[in-house]
């Protein structure tokens, strides 16, 4: 008699437990892990340039024996030589860096190599000896650039906004020439691999996990470069005027990047628990 009972009851349990097992929550998915800009990345960037450069000639007096070429003909050919120019130019390269995130602060260096384009080039003409034409020529040669910068900025999200400055260094070479009716002169100077600093700042946005885009301004100084010379007057009588110039570049940049970033010495990502 008590078979059906028993029946009936592990029935009913059974009905019971899976109606309860109903009314109980799903579990939500885990979240997406948060993403992070820590990581090593490599990219490449282009743009464009404006090249500053600014010249500073002084023509000093005879070296022996009376002149022709006055005071006044040395002033009239430092003026000439002691001018500004603007050239527009482009800029290409690649860069490579890290960065750091703690919290929405983002730490990290970047050094990139590139090449620019815009060379100055000046031509001046005067008069010397009470009329005698003369032309001047100053040309700054743009070459390889490249920085080695820090870069700190705040992270919202994928967008990062930074600011960013070091050291610039740059390999070019600086020109005059001077002539005239009269008198041959020459000043030459190579600039090396001269040394400045560069500041500026820029935002990047990632596009997934690893691809990123950018875009930056960057303010580049140079020291600058210094050259000695001589105009020699080959008329009667014969003499040797002292020629001191200089030039010193300044560069404004506007690039974009692309980089790619890897996670090889990336925290692993935090995922938030429930």
């Known amino acids: 008699m008590w078979r059906p009972f028993l029946l009936v009851s592990a029935s009913v349990a059974v009905l019971a437990g899976t109606a309860l097992a109903a009314d109980l929550p ?8 948060v993403f992070t800009w820590t990581g090593l990345y490599v990219g490449g960037y282009g743009g464009g340039e404006i090249t500053h450069s600014s010249y500073n000639t002084v023509v000093g007096p005879p070296l022996a024996g009376p ?7 040395a002033a009239v050919v430092s003026v000439a030589g002691s001018q500004t120019q603007n050239k527009g130019g482009f800029t290409a390269g690649g860069q490579l860096g890290y960065n750091w995130q ?17 060379s100055t080039r000046r031509f001046s003409t005067g008069a010397v000896f009470g009329g005698v034409p003369f032309g001047m020529t100053q040309s700054v040669a743009n070459g390889l650039f490249g920085t080695v910068r820090g870069r ?3 992270a919202l999200d994928r967008l990062l906004v930074y600011a960013t400055g070091g050291l610039a260094y740059t390999s070019g070479k600086y020109l005059l020439d ?11 100077a190579s600039a090396g691999n001269k ?20 875009g930056e301004f960057l303010y580049s100084q140079f020291s600058r470069v210094s050259a000695t010379g001589q105009i020699i007057n080959l008329a009667a009588p014969a003499f040797t005027n002292t020629l001191a110039t200089s030039a010193r570049v300044q560069n404004y940049t506007g690039r974009v990047g692309l ?6 010495f990336a925290p692993p990502p935090v995922v938030a628990k429930y």
């Open 67 to 73: 002149s022709h070429f006055t005071a006044a003909d």
């Open 259 to 264: 980089n790619y970033r890897f996670n090889w």
């Open 102 to 118: 703690i919290g929405m602060v983002v730490l990290g260096f970047e050094t990139d190599i590139g090449g620019v384009t815009g």
């Open 26 to 33: 799903v579990a939500p998915p885990p979240p997406p892990p």
């Open 152 to 154: 700190a900025g705040i």
């Open 178 to 188: 001077y002539s005239d009716g009269v008198s041959p002169a020459f000043g030459t």
């Open 195 to 214: 040394v400045g600093y560069v500041v500026g700042g820029g935002v990047e946005y990632a596009l997934n996990n690893n691809w990123s885009v950018k």
